[in-house]
């Protein structure tokens, strides 16, 4: 059955690429991105994981850890990365999960058989650290992930965690706000949002980013 909206992440064990990964306890009190590769040595998987590396900065800084899964072997797995290495002038230093079983994906439903009966499609899952599922997305396997937009939205999880806010559309980190609607005393507006904020109709008041001072 299809994992949803702040369905608890099914726990797991599996081999990876750095060793035997128990979910729950990896992922620790971390969020995390984990998303699933049709398979190895494929042109597009290539490109994102590459870009997930050069990336890892960004997601640490969110205290965001990785977790990519693909249906082959370890042994597949540890050759593909020395072509991702060396066409993306990086080093893959995150797990691979090796599923060849198809264990994990088809927890995670990664398994569309309309699609690809063999092969997971281009799930991504971002799982806050109660090990809630926060974000799925799901693209085709002919697609290429946008890496900005994952950064975006974990962005946007983490403020609204914080703050009785919502984020707009195209909102990136910085940008104005939404103030909740159910948050209506004045007095507690306020003092939540002390840098003002305006009212464009009763339903729709924005505010400055109150992450950034």
Known sequence: MALRLGDAAPDFKQESTKGPIHFYDWAGSSWVVFFSHPADFTPVCTTELGMTSKLMGEFKKRDVKVLAVSVDPLSRHREWIEDINET???????????????????????????????????????????????????????????FDEILRVVDSLQLTDRYRVATPVNWKPGEDVVILPNLQDEAEIRRSFPRGYKTVKPYLRMTPDPARK
């Open 88 to 146: 993306q002038g990086t080093e893959v230093d995150f797990p691979i999960l090796a599923d060849k079983e198809r264990k994990v994906a088809e927890l995670y439903d990664m398994i569309h058989p309309q699609v690809l009966a063999n092969a997971t499609v281009r799930s991504v899952f971002i799982i806050d650290p109660e090990k809630k599922v926060r974000a799925t997305i799901t693209y085709p396997a002919s697609t290429g992930r946008n």
